[in-house]
């Protein structure tokens, strides 16, 4: 059974960080390109940032450019989401998901999906 989970959501202040970790069992994530999502309440689902297998080249949505970043270990068949600067708009849960594509940004996209992990960052 395919699982990902996300972990080390939470409240933060404005201009804090916080560090998201997904975790797979049963698949392996060096064949996949990674992605972060995040969802606002009465919001669409919306990309965030990908890394695709190697490591190399990640991707990022232009409210990510400067202030996220994304990585992964594959040997340890995790990824990771690094958020700096962190702002009230960036209030969303984050999923991390798994795409067999080369380079993917649309949740069509993705075929593996995560339940999720709260970010809140206050005023």
């Known amino acids: 059974q395919v699982q990902l989970v996300e972990s080390g959501g939470g409240l933060v202040q404005a201009g804090g960080s916080l560090k998201l970790s997904c975790a797979s069992s049963?698949?392996?994530?060096?064949?996949?390109?990674m992605g972060w999502f995040r969802q606002a309440p009465g919001k669409e689902r919306e990309f965030v940032a990908g890394i695709i297998q190697s490591g190399g080249s990640p991707y990022y949505a232009d409210s990510a450019k400067g202030r996220f970043r994304i990585s992964r270990d594959n040997a340890k068949n995790t990824v990771h989401l690094q958020m700096d600067s962190l702002k009230p708009e960036d209030t969303a849960v984050y999923f991390c998901?798994?795409?067999?594509?080369?380079?993917?940004?649309?949740?069509?996209?993705?075929?593996?999906w995560g339940q999720g992990t709260q970010v809140t960052v206050s005023e």
């Open positions: 998901a798994a795409s067999a594509k080369w380079v993917a940004r649309y949740t069509t996209e993705y075929n593996y």
């Open positions: 049963g698949l392996p994530l060096s064949l996949h390109t």
